[in-house]
């Protein structure tokens, strides 16, 4: 049986399909080419080959901390990158788990 091909058409946002052309080109993959993969993926697995879902806002860190607790953080994570030879630093895990595990 020969291998026969047909053309779809989709309808995307301008600006969508230029972001992903632009991203397409640095992988080396064309936009057919990941059309065609995703299709192949998603008849092997029976289901589409990627996660779906309704991704978290990005100030959901609010829900969790109060305003005041992230500026404070903020400002020690700020103070600690000018002062790193303050921090003691570890060249293993077995070493920062001692220290991290330790009563001192």
């Known amino acids: 049986m020969a291998n026969l091909t047909t053309a779809i058409?989709?309808?995307i946002d301008k600006e969508?399909?230029?972001k992903a052309t632009e991203i397409l080109q640095k992988l080396g993959?064309?936009?057919s080419g990941l059309i065609n993969m995703t299709i192949k993926q998603l008849?092997?697995?029976e289901s589409i080959p990627f996660e779906v879902s309704i991704?978290?806002?990005k100030n959901d860190i609010y829900k969790f901390f109060s305003k005041e607790e992230i500026e404070k953080t903020a400002?020690?994570?700020a103070y600690m990158e000018k002062h790193l030879d303050e921090y003691p630093s570890y060249d293993n895990m077995e070493?920062?788990?001692k220290?991290?595990?330790s009563d001192d």
């Open 9 to 11: 058409s989709v309808q």
């Open 16 to 18: 969508d399909k230029e």
């Open 29 to 31: 993959v064309s936009m």
């Open 43 to 45: 008849i092997m697995r």
């Open 55 to 57: 991704p978290q806002e």
């Open 75 to 77: 400002k020690e994570l």
């Open 95 to 97: 070493d920062l788990k």
């Open 99 to 101: 220290a991290l595990l």
